[in-house]
């Protein structure tokens, strides 16, 4: 028996109109509320949302996030919601998550987008359907106006909360929603611009697609590194030598995020014109016709995890009784330890930045460095734009 659809629902009128429409034809679901505590109004809201769903034979639960007052709060809020919806589906044995986004919402965030300066990337349509930590989540309602939700709901006598942020012009959703009204009485509205994402997204899979083949040809992964064919890298389109820098920044780095994409297009240029450079935790030199792409030593100076762990995003040990030792970076001083990581022709400074095995102060193995003592490091391989790069040496 498949398991039911989950559903983000809030208790706005998106959220509640994919409840009900989910419930009229006929769909077994599941429905969460994340309250994010920043609302007095919020716990009501989530209430009746519960209710609705009794009243609906539907399964709910209420998800809360606390903001620790850290970062970004609605980046921080967006995440938290995220990961709280994932990590019930996971529990709740559900293998997707359908959320509420309108077309409303591709062409708001199209104008926010556009007048902050994104490029094709940042102009490209929402997915319909994404992986987000080993859950699907999907948008079903993307070709469809807000306006036509509210009223399918009026028409049956379905009532909503009304979020007051809404009309607090400080955010910068608020401010495009009004924008997409206006040029909606103007006849540029909505469904112009979210056709216009779509099809920057059609563009953007285009160009990923060439990266990904640029990759195949130019890439090598070589000890957590990535390496570029330096003639080759030089001969490509410019986006596409962007695409290809980004993914290894973000790869290297272990990042969730890239960089401001001006710090790219500079790095960019400081690699074309032969210089070295670091950016997000990278260092990145040109040598013997190579561009490679490294972690920068001092990024990693304080990262130690249990021997068992994962390691800055990407490495584990394996081999050996590793019970009472911890990974962390070799360093100067670990590498003066090691007489054989000359004979591993690597770099210094991939070395220095490599993991290696402790036992305290003690070093007990090194395994890039040539100090295996029966243990190995691997790293996770990359995904997307590098994962048709070749191993070193194939």
Known sequence: MEPPLGLAVSGGGDSVALLHLAVAAGVPVAVATVDH???????AEAAAVARACAGLGVAHVTLRWHWDGQGNLQDRARRG???????WAKGAGLRAV????????LAETFLMRLQRGAGVDGLSAMAARREVAGVTLVRPMLAIRREELRGWLRARGTGWA???????DRFARVRARRMVATLDAAGIGARVLADTARRMAEVRDALEAQARAAAADVARIEAGDVLFDASRFAALPDEIRRRLLLAALMWVGSAEYGPRGGDVLRLRDAVAAGRAATLAGCRIRLAKGVVRIGREAQAVAGLEVAASGLWDGRWRAIGGDNKDLTLRALGEAGLMQCGAWR??????ATLVAAPALWRGAELVAAPLAGMAQGRTVVFSPPQGVLAAAKAAGA
């Not at 359908?98 to 919402?105: C, N, S, W």
């Not at 004979?343 to 210094?348: C, F, G, K, N």
Request: proline share 6%; glycine share 8%.
């Open 37 to 43: 505590g920043l609302r007095a109004e919020a716990a």
């Open 81 to 87: 919601r995220l990961a709280l919806l994932t990590g």
């Open 98 to 105: 359908a959320l509420g986004h309108t077309e409303d919402d």
């Open 162 to 168: 009304e979020d007051p942020s809404n009309e607090n």
């Open 343 to 348: 004979a591993t022709a690597l770099p210094r």
